[in-house]
């Protein structure tokens, strides 16, 4: 598998929030090849499922990944301009400027504009740039701009992938396409290894707005563990803290009450005796990641959530490095390797000692 081409072709696609079906057949064309069978939910889950060889009913691990992307909606067509506003979070300061394609009745490029410095009233230079300032143009008069595009049309930025130094990536949507990239690693890792248990792997949708896709996809598949592989926040100027990991040291296993914390442990013993290098994080509350929503579901699951560094996360210039990626996915195919009848039986709260750690 050609890893850093995927990630590119992940990271170009578009596939805003509830919008996700562009980067869907991304994600199906790869996957296609590594599992037994793909398929979409009513919700736009795209659900692949490799079989294990265990004997039937056999368990069931998720592994979740989001492929929807943060982006922005046409609020107006105002003459021969676009106002829009924001699906999911983006940091206004990096919009002005940026390269967009509106999916109108056709996709049309488009850029977004503000009011040069030299016509701004005292003051406010010095200020970011409000949403409702900027404007999108893509060129058209008027009449024709309001034939072709509707209030309610999913604006996407346009940002080529790039090759930095270092088995450095940087684009726009790695949060969290990153994470379908791993777990493409695992699958493809897993068609070499023998498994007992059945793996369903989740590009799940609209977790930028509310976790959506990961609810109810875990509500159908009811698995027995659920690992969510997203992005965490790395090292970079003006984010130093105890609360950043570093690029190409490996995924950051999140430890707190949203995750279960033998689970945790499990994870972590794998990565150790593999030579796997990991990070931990710390998470008092909600990860505010799918693991939160498969946490959750029915009458609960135990959940691990595994973070890819990622620098400038929600911004068009988000940065990993790919090595993170493949040691993420060896790490949930090595774990997967290692489940068998009796796993279960060690994810009991009994097991769990005093200190709840998965260190």
């Known amino acids: 598998m050609d890893l850093i081409s995927f990630l590119k072709t992940l990271s170009e696609a578009s596939g805003i929030s509830g919008y996700e079906a562009g980067v869907a057949g991304v994600v199906r064309e790869q996957f296609v090849a590594l599992v037994d069978e793909v398929r979409a939910d009513a919700m736009g889950n795209l659900l692949a499922l490799k079989r294990g060889s265990g004997p039937e009913p056999r368990r069931r691990i998720m592994l979740a990944g989001h492929m929807d992307e943060i982006g922005l909606m046409v609020t107006l067509v105002e003459g021969a301009f676009l106002r829009f506003t924001e699906v999911g979070g983006f940091d206004v300061r990096t919009l002005p400027g940026q390269e967009v394609t509106v999916h109108g009745r056709r996709a049309l490029p488009g850029i977004i504009g503000t009011r040069p410095p030299h016509v701004l009233a005292a003051g406010d230079a010095s200020r970011p740039t409000a949403m409702e300032d900027l404007f999108i143009d893509v060129g058209l008069g008027a009449d024709e701009l309001s034939a072709l595009v509707r209030v309610g049309d999913p604006v996407t930025l346009r940002a080529a992938c790039a090759e930095l130094r270092n088995g450095r990536l940087v684009g726009k949507a790695f949060d969290d396409r990153a994470a379908l990239g791993a777990i493409a690693v695992c699958l493809d890792l897993l068609r070499q290894m023998s498994h007992a248990w059945d793996v369903y792997a989740v590009a799940t949708v609209q977790e930028e707005v509310g976790l959506r896709g990961a609810f109810t996809s875990t509500y159908g598949i009811i698995p027995d563990i659920g690992i969510a592989i997203d992005v965490g926040f790395a090292r970079q100027p003006g984010f130093d803290g105890p609360e950043a990991i570093d690029l190409d040291k490996g995924p950051a296993l999140a430890i707190g ?103």
């Open 257 to 359: 009450p949203n995750i279960h914390p033998a689970l945790g442990r499990e994870l972590r013993a794998v990565a150790d005796f593999y030579e796997i290098p990991v990070q931990a994080v710390s998470a008092p509350g909600g990860t505010g990641t799918d693991a939160n929503a498969i946490q959750i579901t029915r009458e609960g699951i135990p959940t691990a959530l595994l973070g890819v560094p990622e620098r400038s996360m929600h911004t068009p210039a988000e940065t990993i490095c790919v090595r993170d990626v493949q040691r993420t996915g060896r790490l949930l195919a090595l774990f997967i390797v290692g489940l068998g009848g009796d796993f279960m039986d060690r994810l009991t709260w009994a097991a769990v000692d005093s200190k709840g750690s998965a260190r």
